[in-house]
C-alpha cells in the first residue's frame, strides 16, 4: 500500500493536538491528527485560564460553542493558603472597555471540552482518525519523516509528513524521539488523588465558580465545580507523604478531607459519585518536567508531551493551548515559504520555555511563601543587590528568561496600549480588600499577565491589534492575523 503524504501529522487530540492542528488546517495544509481513544475520553485538568478561553479558543472558533455549552463560570480563585488563616480571593474581574467581557474562564469536565475542540479541528479540515495508536516515527538522515500508528482493528499503517507533532501528553514515550531528556523537577513531586462529590457546597456569589484550593499539612486540595451539584476534589500531597494514599483509596481519601477542616465543611452533606466515569477514584503522579529540546527537525512537542508544572495555578490547558498556537505559528510560516525551520522554531522554543519558567518560579515561589516567605525573597534581593523589592527580587532572579530588555520593552508596548489590561491586572492582584496580594507585585509575572492579555487581544481585535515587538534580540513578532511570524522591521 503506498504510504499516505501529509503537511503535518499530530499524535493526541487533547487541547495541545487539537489547537496547532486546527490552526495549521485553517491555513489550508493538510493535516491528520491520531488518537488512540474514541472521544469523548475522561482526562483530568478542569480549571481553565482566561487566556485559553478568549485568547487560544477565539483564534480556533469555538468561543461561541464553549459559552453555550453551560459550563461554570470561573471568575477567579479563592486560597486558604500561606500565612494568612482566612481565605483570600483574587478576581479577574476587568474594565468593561475591551476587556470586561473577557474577564473569566471556565471549570470544565474535560470529555466535553476535548470533544468540542476535536469536532472542531473536523470541522476545520483536520482529518481526525480515532482509535489509531502512535507507534513510533520514521526518520530519515537527521530528520523525522512520518509516524506508525495502529488502527483500531489492530492493522499496522505508515504516513508521512513534512512534520510530525507529539501532542500525546505524558504518558506516552513519543517524545523521547525529539531527542535530549526528561528533566523531573526535584522541588515539584507531588501524587494527587481524586474524585467526585454530589452536593458539595459552593462558595458564596459571586465567586461560587472559582477554583477552591486549599492548603493543609499534608499537601493541598482542589475543589472545583464542574456543575450546580457536582464537585471535582483533588488531595495533592507531598511525595513524602506518599504512603498516604496507598492502600484503600476510599479511606485515603476520607482521612485527607478529615485533615482539612475547609473541605470537610464543604462536603459535610455531599455524597461521592461510585458509578460512571466519575465514580472512580484516580491517583496521578503530578511531577514537574521539561525535555530538553522541543524540536528537532521535522518534529515538534507540545502541551504535556513537552512539559508540565504543577497543578496548582491551573497552567496545564493554558501551556498546552498556548504552545499549540506557537508551534501552528512556526509551520505555518515554514510551509508558506517565509522563514527556514530554525528560525521559525527557535521562536517557539523560546517562547514557549519562557512561559513554562515563570509559571515554574512563580510556583516555586507561592510554594516558598507557605513556609518561609520573608527570609527567602530577603536572600533573594541580598544576592543579586537588586534596587526592587525583595519578592521582585525573588521573581526576577529566578525568571531569568523572562529579564530581557525588548521582553520589557514588549511588556510596556502593551501596556501603553492597554491601559484596562494593565488594570485588570492591578485588580486582579487586590485581595477582597483592595490589597495587593505581593506575589503579583512581580514585574516578571505582571509581563506575563499582559502577554496572556495580548493574546486575547489579538483573537478579539485581529488585524487591528496594535504590532509588537520582538520578545527576544533578534526576534520575530507575529503576523496581524496570529497566525504567523513575521521578520521585525521597525517603523
Ligand atoms: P492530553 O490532554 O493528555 O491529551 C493527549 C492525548 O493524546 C490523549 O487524548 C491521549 O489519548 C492521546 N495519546 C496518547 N498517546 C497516544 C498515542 N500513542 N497515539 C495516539 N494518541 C495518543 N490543567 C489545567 O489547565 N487545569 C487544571 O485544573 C489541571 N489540574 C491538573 C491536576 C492534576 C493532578 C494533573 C496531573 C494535571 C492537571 N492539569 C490541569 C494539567 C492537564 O491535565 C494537562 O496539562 C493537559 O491535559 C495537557 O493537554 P495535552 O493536550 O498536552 O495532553
Redesign the pocket.
Known sequence: MPVEEFDVVV????????TVSTLVAMQGHRVLL????V?P?Y???????PS?VHGVCRMLGVADELAAAGFPIKRGGTFRWGARPEPWTFSFGVSPKLTGSTSFAYQVE?SRF?EILLRNAQRKGVEVREG????GVTEAEDRVTGLR?TDADGVEHEVAARFVID??????R?YSSVGGTRNYSEFFRSL?L?GYFENGKRLPQPYSGN?LSVAFDSGWF?Y?PLSDTMTSV?A?VRREMAEKIQGDREEALRALIAECPLISEYLADARRITTGTYGELRV???YSYHQTSFWRPGMVL????AC?VD?VF???????TYS?LLAARSINSILAGDLDEKTALTEFEARYRREYGVFYEFLVSFYEMNVNEESYFWQAKKVTNNKHTELESFVELIGGVSSGESALAASGRIAEHSAEFAAAVDQMAADDDGNMVPLFKSQVVRQVMQEGGSVQMKALLGADAEPELPLFPGGLVVSPDGMKWLPYRPV
Open positions: 499524535t493526541g487530540g487533547g487541547p495541545a493536538g487539537s491520531l488518537e488512540k481513544e472521544f475520553r482526562q483530568i485538568g478542569e480549571s481553565l485560564l485559553t474535560r476535548d489509531c495508536a502512535v507507534t500508528y501532542a500525546s501528553g505524558n504518558k506516552s513519543l494527587a481524586f477554583i482542589w472545583i483533588g495533592v496521578r503522579k503530578d507540545v502541551g504535556d508531551a508540565f497543578p491551573s497552567s496545564g490547558v493554558h501551556l498546552a499549540g
